[in-house]
């Protein structure tokens, strides 16, 4: 068959079942069986052998029972690094680089700031992080074993210098740092039913659901930042004036909420009393 005529037939398929970027995510699909980019897929023409044309099936099967298109291809990029990813972690999300470039931001001027990630999951946020500011000392804490094998697999993977410690919350780490980061679980249990089906059959429920890592996150913090330090926090669609309230009551200064592209409150962040 030609790329065209599998495209057409990948396309049906996602489309039946539900998938809401059909057509993308063939492409992303077929591109992956054939071992080459989206951009040479099409350039390559007509070549696709029986071989090529059944791993395309197979993947296009995965995807039309809603597996994030992210597990099926196994890796996933966020930021310049393309990290690996499987059903232990959570895919990384766009709204999460808006999270690293605010802590970008919040590290400026300071040439080997220490950063402490809580629930570091794939290692997204703490590698992005070293790998754009190189002076960073970056330490990351999980709470689940399978989470923090597949952040110990991109750590080797992108080569960058990033610190993993097993543990709860802050695993016993005093500090002081120049910046706490987190994307903690934020889904109310009562709202899983309400996610795709991406989300809600796929991804780690330790990952998503919510049992108050936000509120213990940004109470414990505040003795282990340095004066000035930040906190800087991924929060759930219409939580941000809840969790910026939350941060001002218990001290912190400079109280900022962040905007995703789509105008939405997404990362609120403060800074620990001089
Ligand atoms: C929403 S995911 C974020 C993963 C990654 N930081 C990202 O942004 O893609 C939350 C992560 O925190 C971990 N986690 C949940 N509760 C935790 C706790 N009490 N202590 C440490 N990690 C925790 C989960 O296992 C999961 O990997």
Redesign the pocket.
Same mark, same amino acid.
């Given at each position: 068959m030609t790329v065209r005529d599998l495209l057409v037939a990948g396309t049906d398929e996602l489309s039946r079942a539900g998938v809401p970027s059909p057509r993308v995510d063939a492409e992303w699909l077929l591109a992956h069986a054939l071992g080459v980019t989206r951009t040479e897929m099409y350039a390559d023409g007509d070549g696709t052998g029986p071989e090529q044309e059944q791993v395309f099936r197979e993947l296009v099967a995965r995807r039309a029972k809603r597996e994030p298109l992210a597990y099926v291809l196994g890796e996933w990029g966020f930021r310049r690094l393309t990290l690996t990813v499987d059903p232990r +972690? *959570? +895919?990384?999300?766009p709204e999460?680089e808006m999270?690293v470039e605010r802590c970008l931001e919040l590290l400026a001027g300071l040439d080997e700031p220490h950063v402490l990630? +809580? %629930? +570091? %999951? $794939? %290692?997204?946020?703490?590698l992005a992080i070293n790998d754009e500011h190189k002076g960073a000392r970056v330490v990351a804490?999980?709470? $689940?074993p399978d989470?923090l094998a597949v952040a110990v697999a991109n750590v080797e993977r992108t080569g960058l210098d990033v610190e993993l410690v097993y %543990?709860?919350?802050f #695993?016993g780490l005093e500090g002081p740092f120049d910046l706490v980061v $987190?994307?903690?679980?934020?889904v109310a249990p009562e709202e899983i039913g309400d996610l795709a089906p991406e989300v809600a059959e796929h991804e780690?429920r330790? #990952? *998503?659901i919510e $049992?108050g890592?936000t509120a213990?996150i940004a109470g414990q913090a505040l003795s282990r930042l340095a004066p000035g330090g930040a906190l800087a926090l991924?929060v759930a669609d219409g939580k941000a004036q809840q969790v910026a309230e939350l941060l001002r009551g218990l001290g912190y200064e400079e109280v900022t909420i962040g905007e995703d592209l789509g105008g939405r409150e997404r990362v609120v962040d403060g800074r620990a009393p001089r």
């Open positions: +972690v *959570l +895919v990384p999300r999460t999270l990630d +809580v %629930g +570091v %999951g $794939s %290692g997204a946020i703490a804490t999980e709470s $689940s989470a %543990g709860e919350l #695993a $987190s994307n903690p679980p934020y780690p330790a #990952a *998503l $049992s890592q213990a991924e």
